[in-house]
C-alpha cells in the first residue's frame, strides 16, 4: 500500500461560526455553516492525518474515524479548546468564522422588550488565529480571510500580522463563494506566492488547499 501523504500529522482544524450570548434566549452569530471546515477536516483524515476539529455551532457530522471532533459555542471556548492540543499538532487551519465581538454582560435572565431603542455593549473577543500566531514554534499555520473589499491587500496584511504560512482568500463579491454556498472560489497567498482557483465544491477546494500545504511543507 502507498503510504498516504499526511500519515504521520496531526491537523488541527477551526470551523463553524461562534455564539456569544446575549441572554439565554438570544446570541450574536453569523452565517457560517461548517461546510468549509469538515471538508477539509474530511480530506485530512483521508490523506491519513490524525484530525482535531473544533467546531463552532453547526449541523454537520464527522463520520471519519481520523476525525476528533469537538463541539464548541462561544469564542473563547474554542479558543481553550485549541489550546488544549497547539503543542502537539503540525498543521493548524482557521477556517471558523469567529466574532470579532461578544456581549460585555451576558443578562442572566431573558431581556424584557420596554424601551424603543435598546443597546449592548460589545468588548473585543481574542483573536484565537493572532494567538496561535504569536505562539508558533514548529507548527505550518494556514488562515482564511473573508473579504468583501480591499481582498487581496486585506488578506496579505493577515498573513503577515497573524503570522501565517499561508492564507487562503475568498470573497462575498465572487458568487458561489463564502458560506451558505456548497462551492467556494479561493486565492492563495504565501510569503512569496499567489495561487487563483476556479469555483469549485468545498470537496474540490479541500483538496486544492491540501495539496498547497503538502507542497508547502516539502519545501
Ligand atoms: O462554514 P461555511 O458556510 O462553509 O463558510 C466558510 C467560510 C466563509 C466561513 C470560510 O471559508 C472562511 O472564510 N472562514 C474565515 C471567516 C473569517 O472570520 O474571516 P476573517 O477574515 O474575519 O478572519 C481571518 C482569520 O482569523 C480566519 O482564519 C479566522 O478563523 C481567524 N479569526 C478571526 C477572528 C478571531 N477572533 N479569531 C480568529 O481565529
Given at each position: 500500500d502507498?503510504?498516504?501523504?499526511?500519515?504521520?500529522?496531526?491537523?488541527?482544524?477551526?470551523?463553524?461560526?461562534?455564539?456569544?450570548?446575549?441572554?439565554?434566549?438570544?446570541?450574536?452569530?453569523?452565517?457560517?455553516?461548517?461546510?468549509?471546515?469538515f471538508s477539509l477536516?474530511?480530506?485530512?483524515?483521508?490523506?491519513?492525518?490524525?484530525?482535531?476539529?473544533?467546531?463552532?455551532?453547526?449541523?454537520l457530522k464527522s463520520t471519519h474515524q481520523?476525525?476528533?471532533?469537538?463541539?464548541?459555542?462561544?469564542?473563547?471556548e474554542m479558543l481553550n479548546k485549541v489550546?488544549?492540543?497547539?503543542?502537539?499538532?503540525?498543521?493548524?487551519i482557521a477556517s471558523a468564522a469567529v466574532a470579532d465581538y461578544a456581549p460585555k454582560v451576558v443578562a442572566s435572565e431573558k431581556i424584557k422588550k420596554n424601551e424603543d431603542t435598546f443597546s449592548i455593549e460589545l468588548i473585543k473577543n481574542p483573536d484565537i488565529l493572532k494567538t496561535m500566531g504569536e505562539k508558533k514554534s514548529h507548527q505550518f499555520l494556514v488562515g482564511f480571510a473573508l473579504e468583501t473589499q480591499n481582498e487581496e491587500e486585506n488578506a496579505k496584511g493577515k498573513l503577515a500580522k497573524k503570522n501565517l504560512d499561508m492564507i487562503v482568500l475568498n470573497s462575498l463579491r465572487d458568487e458561489g463563494a463564502g458560506f451558505k454556498n456548497d462551492t467556494n472560489k479561493i486565492k492563495i497567498f504565501t510569503k512569496t506566492e499567489k495561487l487563483e482557483f476556479d469555483l469549485k465544491s468545498k470537496e474540490n477546494v479541500a483538496k486544492d488547499i491540501l495539496d498547497c500545504i503538502e507542497t508547502q511543507l516539502l519545501k
Amino acid at each position: 500500500d502507498k503510504k498516504k501523504s499526511l500519515e504521520g500529522k496531526t491537523v488541527l482544524i477551526t470551523a463553524g461560526p461562534t455564539y456569544e450570548a446575549i441572554d439565554p434566549v438570544r446570541f450574536i452569530g453569523n452565517h457560517s455553516s461548517g461546510k468549509m471546515g469538515f471538508s477539509l477536516a474530511e480530506e485530512a483524515a483521508k490523506r491519513g492525518a490524525k484530525v482535531i476539529l473544533i467546531s463552532g455551532p453547526s449541523s454537520l457530522k464527522s463520520t471519519h474515524q481520523n476525525i476528533d471532533l469537538h463541539r464548541v459555542t462561544s469564542a473563547k471556548e474554542m479558543l481553550n479548546k485549541v489550546f488544549e492540543y497547539y503543542d502537539t499538532i503540525d498543521i493548524g487551519i482557521a477556517s471558523a468564522a469567529v466574532a470579532d465581538y461578544a456581549p460585555k454582560v451576558v443578562a442572566s435572565e431573558k431581556i424584557k422588550k420596554n424601551e424603543d431603542t435598546f443597546s449592548i455593549e460589545l468588548i473585543k473577543n481574542p483573536d484565537i488565529l493572532k494567538t496561535m500566531g504569536e505562539k508558533k514554534s514548529h507548527q505550518f499555520l494556514v488562515g482564511f480571510a473573508l473579504e468583501t473589499q480591499n481582498e487581496e491587500e486585506n488578506a496579505k496584511g493577515k498573513l503577515a500580522k497573524k503570522n501565517l504560512d499561508m492564507i487562503v482568500l475568498n470573497s462575498l463579491r465572487d458568487e458561489g463563494a463564502g458560506f451558505k454556498n456548497d462551492t467556494n472560489k479561493i486565492k492563495i497567498f504565501t510569503k512569496t506566492e499567489k495561487l487563483e482557483f476556479d469555483l469549485k465544491s468545498k470537496e474540490n477546494v479541500a483538496k486544492d488547499i491540501l495539496d498547497c500545504i503538502e507542497t508547502q511543507l516539502l519545501k
